[in-house]
């Protein structure tokens, strides 16, 4: 059984990276039986996706506001057509990237995949995440990023890799986003 903080660390990678942490010595042979062991527990136990107070909502407004949102997950596909469906977010994002579709995190492949998808450049980019991966695949990308401190790693190690801003609560979240755009376009009206 893996500690609280090894197994912390896992979240938002792929199963296969996870697993490669969590069971440093176990031998690639034996990933599909220990990976099936894993989603059939998991779906046992799952209770449905739960969004944080607001999220819902900030999501809404930030796409009839204009944003393109993305993701980019450590999550299945299936999984995350899942937690999408039992959200009912499923028509909010331009589009989505998962571990099983390419390189899992901190790789820059899903992210640089989304900016494709989307037409979008670096610049005008901004990863949030809430794990190390997160910031990591941001900034292997050249992609801006935001820290929110309330998820899955410690304030101190988000901090480490020196993220843009670095937000304790989805509202604060929130407004961060809405300023910069606000900046944004005073620039493009001024320039």
């Not at 979240?11 to 220990?34: F, K």
Request: some cysteine; overall charge negative; charged content about 25%.
């Amino acid at each position: 059984m893996p500690s609280r903080e090894r197994a912390r660390y896992v979240i938002g990678l792929g199963l296969t990276d996870a697993l490669n942490h969590v069971l440093p010595g176990l031998p690639a042979e034996d990933y599909p039986r220990v990976l099936e062991c894993f989603r059939v527990h998991f779906l046992r136990r799952d209770a449905g996706t739960t969004l944080f107070p607001g999220a819902a909502e900030m999501i809404r407004e930030l796409r009839d506001s204009g944003f393109m949102l993305a993701v980019a997950t450590g999550k299945s596909r299936r999984g995350l057509d899942r937690a999408l469906q039992e959200t009912g977010l499923q028509g909010y994002f331009d589009t989505t990237r998962c571990a099983d579709e390419g390189f899992s995190k901190p790789h820059p492949g899903m992210l640089q995949a989304v900016m494709d998808a989307l037409d979008v450049q670096p610049a005008a980019t901004v990863m949030i995440g809430d794990t190390t991966h997160d910031l990591e695949m941001a900034h292997a990308a050249g992609v801006a990023a935001v820290a929110v401190t309330y998820g899955a790693h410690q304030r101190d190690s988000l901090s480490a890799c020196k993220p843009l801003a670095m937000v304790d609560d989805l509202r604060t979240l929130h407004g961060w986003l809405l300023k910069q755009v606000k900046t944004e376009r005073t620039k493009t009206e001024q320039g």
